[in-house]
């Protein structure tokens, strides 16, 4: 799916081109609608009319203008906004919903995150770098894993524009591969993304830029890669890391951090916390009222666990403080204390530093025994999926354009390493050994690539 600011008949080769099933259009787009209709309605692609919920009362005129349904941007109260959803489900439908309004039950349309940055990187400016300053990283993982983990029975969709509300600048030309990025991340993370081109990029495309064009065709080349793989992104994630997750302002952070650094959580909805036994350090933020995901917190810390807990503000009640509780020894932001054969870690007022918090994550798990570690390529973040047989997908986005021969462990014992990529053969790479661990030397990387260890 794709959004077009305006009704140009010259975006219906491109968007039949790269397979797109809708093409969203704000209902106000200055042009005139019927060729742009018709060329769409000939090539298979459905018009969705874009409008604000205020504007609801002129869904006889969208209907009559020959749009397939309709994306309203949801606003006032739940009531009206589900019963808008439910007194027209003639019309294909979707909701824009921001973060606070992400658990309203808007069916049958279909729910949509007004949320996310713009995705790629930025280097430390001069004079402000250090030796251990890392690329600083605008990535929107944790926003499908945390809408995949809390609403399970939908798909998770993303609806961010390229705009200053995600964090372009009025005049800032966006690279053009940066696209091709917010596909690839959404995709790995298990979700999908409505498509938007910075105005720099589709005006290049339509002007026939040798640059733009070379841009789409990756585009079209790493569309097909993903669809390809789009069953293997969908499996369950390979880590002994697992969040329970409730609001997104209470743990969104803190999950987008760990993303950042590799940990590649596990997300489970803190309203639905099953299969815990897998995990070896469990996170919970603001599990004081959730009385559900509190108790099967503690039942995974006594058969030997690892709990980091932080409270979502200063009130919340110390739920943790059940019998057999023990306390091992304080610490300069948290207290350590010993419950069944496990451990818990309480953090004493809410998270202030995500960054610094997803680093404790791995000194739980063990620096030298995590899941996922990256040398050689700090703009690169990897997704572990569990694959039939045992074997390990490791989904990789590399945010920082093209990035070169880098370095990979994986904790376990892996014989067999397979690159995939868009456009290449896949690639057999030498798994070496090394204790617990195994690593592998990976070549330079597009935007995305899967690596395969069995």
Known sequence: MMRWPEADARAVPLLAEISATHVWLPWEAARDREPFLAACHKAGIRVIAE??????????????????????????????????ARNHSG??????????????????????????????????????????????????????????????????????????????????????????????????????????????????????????????????????????????????????????????EECGEILNLMFRHNVSPAVISADAPVALERFRVLVGVGLGRRPVAAKAALQHTRAGGQLMVAPANENEPEWWKVAGLRKLRSEEERDVYALGRGAILVYRAPVADPGEFALDVIDVLGWRRRDLRIWGAD??????????????????????????????????????????????????????IRGSGTEIEMPRIQRVASLLVE
Not at 55 to 75: K, M, P, T, Y
């Open 379 to 432: 703009a690169i973040i990897g997704v572990l999926h569990w694959q039939d047989g045992g074997a390990v997908s490791v989904d990789l986005v590399n945010y920082g354009g093209r990035a070169g021969d880098f370095l990979i462990r994986l904790e376990g014992a892996f014989h067999k390493a397979t690159l995939r990529q868009p456009g290449v053969e896949p690639l057999a790479l030498r798994a070496a």
């Open 91 to 248: 019309m294909e439908m979707f909701a824009l919903l921001d973060p606070s309004r992400a658990h309203w039950r808007v069916e049958p349309a279909r729910a949509v995150l007004r949320a996310g940055l713009w995705p790629g990187s930025q280097r430390p400016q001069p004079g402000q770098a250090s030796a251990t300053e890392r690329t600083w990283v605008n990535a929107n993982l944790h926003l499908i894993a945390w809408l995949r983990a809390r609403f399970p029975q939908r798909q998770a969709i993303l609806g961010y524009r390229a705009d200053e509300s995600a964090g372009l600048a009025k005049d800032q030309r966006a690279p053009f591969w940066t696209v091709e990025l917010s596909m690839a991340e959404a995709a790995v993370a298990g979700g999908t993304v409505i498509v938007s081109l910075p105005d720099n990029f589709r005006e290049a495309l339509l002007g026939g830029q040798g640059m733009a064009r070379e841009a789409w065709e990756s585009m079209l080349g790493t569309r097909r890669f993903l669809t390809e793989f789009s069953a293997q992104f969908q499996r369950p994630v390979a880590s002994r890391v697992a969040v329970l997750a409730g609001e997104l």
């Open 51 to 84: 409008m604000p919920l205020s504007q609801a009362d002129r869904l006889g005129e969208v209907r009559a203008a020959g749009f397939d349904g309709v994306a309203i941007e949801i606003s006032g109260d739940e009531d009206r906004a589900g019963g808008f």
